[in-house]
């Protein structure tokens, strides 16, 4: 399922872009999940499934270092995320991008200047290349139309692509996607779901998304993970369909209502 | 258990709650209850608002624990730690900025210094002309008894220079401006764009408090000048009108009394108001909720907490400066 380039080199292929190694968040004394440990592999797309509350989109926040483990690491490439001197983690941000669930694009500025904002800050592009690098990531997800509006003017659906042409901005291997089909009608749905895949298949992006649609498992995700809330730690790691046939009780109650193909 | 409702006659909407009151806990404790024999409509309604048999109650979220004196004094301290912290982080971006290491938007601060400045300038005009006016009223009713009216010039422009312009001026900005920061900021963190510029490694302290609070800073001493001549000159009709003090006098009076102790300490205490201002209200944007109410909480909390620190500035300061013999 996890299709890999024909001109791979194995080694560095084969070493994940990502490893979580007993990872435990916490929010004051009450832990949320404990000892997570999965790895994220290139160019694959990894859905956090789970119920409501079950600690998915704070696992997200962990991955993109915007909380602090409460035991545990993030490792990017054997590097901890949370435990680095600032110039490697700046370099570590540099390798994803993040799509927040209402988009977050800045609304003091137009969709352009949102595009172009990590540029001006972190590439030494001029302000004519990042004009062109702006309007040409707005093109791959389709709204190079939309580069003077202001994030007001834009509907749901729009408003989460634009924050998916900022998060490419600059390059990253990895996408992170927090709920990309929520407050969604089913067509936009399907449209991020069509762009995840062909990011991954012509950008080859990592994707790894948190999400509560089990159509998008389904349509797009090679491997889900599963965190239960009960438990407070991750039950079920593999592909949603054999999740679906074969997973712990729970896993399967999760994912029954999906379409199976 | 079984319901014997033979004898049922009539039945409303109340019929199914008050069964269900009674019922409810005889299900949870596991007691079988057969609703069989009730009207298919009530126990349609019933059976749904009854918990199944071996249903596993929701969790619920605790309730926020202790209540009381304690616990206010708790969260009073905590908000003060944080608030230290806060000035802390604000004076370490300070410092990256003397370094040019901070990552700071210019257009911002630009929009800022327009949105302060100028756009503060009517309401400042209004009422410290009235506040000048009025003080000179008051003095002179109160200098006109011992016929020493000619030093209305010097209360007026005495305590518009050195203390109101700078007060008035730190109110209305927490008003006008102090509001608008923590309502700015707090919607962006309610939004998760604020998320988004750490995510990528920029300091919302750097991008966003450096900006308003050298905007501020800016435009204080301007806007504190601006007023006290608005205050002294408007301290002129009373005093010539009601008063009959010549008018040229009252001018020379005014500039005689008018040491520069004077102004720099008016400017240095309204320059600090307006500091303050500015970072309650960041402060408390930044430290805001994630809906839509906390940003209304998060705005009013600025500017209550603005007049406050003014108000505990204004104190220590003067006992500071009259204890220094200033």
């Not at chain 1, 004051?28 to 998915?56: H, M, N, Y």
């Not at chain 2, 938007?105 to 309401?123: E, V």
Request: glycine fraction near 10%.
């Amino acid at each position: 399922m996890n299709a890999l380039p024909s001109t791979t080199d194995g080694a560095a292929w084969a070493e994940p872009l990502v490893r979580v190694v007993g990872l435990t968040m916490a929010f004051g004394g009450d832990v949320v999940q404990r000892d997570l440990d999965f790895e994220i592999r290139r160019r694959e797309v990894l859905a956090i499934v789970g119920a409501s509350g079950c600690g998915k989109s704070t696992l997200l926040r962990h991955l993109i270092g915007l909380q602090e483990p409460a035991a545990g690491q993030v490792l990017y490439g054997g590097q901890d995320l949370h435990h680095c001197d600032d110039e490697t983690l700046a370099t570590l941000r540099r390798r994803f991008g993040v799509m927040f669930q209402a988009g977050a694009l800045w609304s003091s500025m137009t969709v352009g200047e949102n595009v172009m904002l990590p540029l001006r800050m972190f590439s030494p592009l001029d302000r004519r290349e990042r004009e062109l690098q702006a309007r040409f990531k707005l093109a791959l997800v389709g709204l190079d139309e939309a580069f003077d509006l202001e994030p007001a003017a834009l509907s749901g659906g729009m408003r989460k692509r634009a924050a998916i042409a900022r998060a490419l901005a600059l390059d990253p291997e990895l996408l992170y996607l927090d709920e990309p089909s929520s407050g969604l009608d089913p067509f936009s749905t399907r449209r991020l779901d069509e762009l995840m895949l062909n990011l991954r298949q012509h950008l080859g992006t990592t994707v790894v998304m948190v999400t509560h649609t089990i159509d998008s498992v389904f349509a797009v995700a090679d491997r889900a993970l599963f965190l239960d809330h009960q438990e407070k730690t991750m039950t079920a790691l593999g592909s949603p369909h054999d999740l679906a046939e074969g997973g712990p009780p729970r896993v399967r109650e999760f994912l029954r209502r999906g379409p199976r193909r | 258990m079984q319901l014997d409702a033979t004898t049922l006659a009539a039945w409303d909407a109340g019929t199914a709650p008050a069964l269900w009151r009674l019922l409810a806990p005889l299900r949870r404790q596991g007691v079988l209850v057969d609703t069989h024999g009730l009207p298919d409509a009530v126990r349609a309604a019933l059976e749904l608002a009854l918990p199944a048999a071996d249903a596993v109650p929701d969790e619920l979220p605790a309730e926020p624990g202790g209540g009381g004196f304690l616990h206010a004094v708790r969260r009073g301290w905590r908000d003060a730690l944080d608030t230290a912290a806060f000035i802390g982080e604000v004076l370490l971006a300070l410092g990256r900025l003397v370094r040019g290491r901070a990552v700071i938007r210019w257009s911002d601060y630009a929009r800022q210094l327009d949105q302060t400045g100028p756009m503060s300038l009517p309401i400042v005009s209004l009422t410290c002309f009235l506040i000048g006016l009025m003080l000179a009223y008051m003095g002179g009713a109160q200098l006109e008894r011992i016929g020493a009216q000619t030093f209305i010039a010097d209360v007026v422009t005495v305590g518009v220079v050195r203390e109101l312009a700078g007060l008035m001026t730190g109110v209305i900005l927490a008003g006008r401006v102090g509001a608008a920061f923590a309502a700015q900021i707090g919607t962006m963190k309610a939004n998760e764009e604020i998320d988004a510029l750490r995510a990528l490694g920029i300091d919302p302290i750097d991008y966003l408090v450096l900006p308003r609070l050298l905007a501020m800073l800016t435009v204080a001493p301007l806007l504190i000048a601006y007023a006290a001549l608005v205050g002294v000159l408007a301290g002129l009709p009373p005093a010539v009108g009601i008063y009959g003090v010549p008018s040229f006098e009252y001018l020379h009076k005014c500039l005689d009394a008018l040491t520069w102790t004077h102004l720099w300490i008016g400017l240095f205490k309204g320059t600090m108001y307006i500091a303050l201002v500015a970072l309650a209200g960041c402060r408390e944007g930044l430290h805001a909720g994630r809906d839509a109410q906390a940003v209304g909480a998060a705005t009013t909390t600025a500017v209550v907490k603005a007049l406050v620190w003014i108000v505990v500035a204004a104190s220590a300061s003067t006992v500071l400066f009259q204890s220094l013999g200033l």
